[in-house]
């Protein structure tokens, strides 16, 4: 998988947000190239969801993000509530 790829932010987020989300994607990307812990990638995506309110504007971030860096944000969420503690890797 190629390291240079684009987050997909949304400019007119704050600084804070931005940050925020950033962190969430750098915890899917941990699940993939190492392991997480499933809680710590289940707050961020609380957080996440504060700022990403729309279920329609949360599939296009995971759409763009899994185009250009081949992790899905779904997924990721999706074995994090089924671990609920732990750790998890979603790598090959």
Known sequence: MT???????????????????LH???????????????????ESYAIFKTIVKSKAQEKQI?????????????QAVKAAKAKEKGFISLGK
Not at 13 to 21: A, G, L, N, Q, R
Not at 62 to 74: A, I, L, M, P, V
Request: net charge negative.
């Open 3 to 21: 390291n240079n790829y684009s987050y997909p932010l949304d400019l007119t987020w704050s600084t804070d947000e931005i940050s925020s989300v």
């Open 24 to 42: 969430f994607l750098n915890q899917v990307e941990k699940a993939y190239e190492s392991k997480v812990d499933a809680q710590t990638l289940l």
């Open 62 to 74: 995971d759409r763009e993000f899994q185009t250009s860096s081949g992790y899905s944000t779904y």
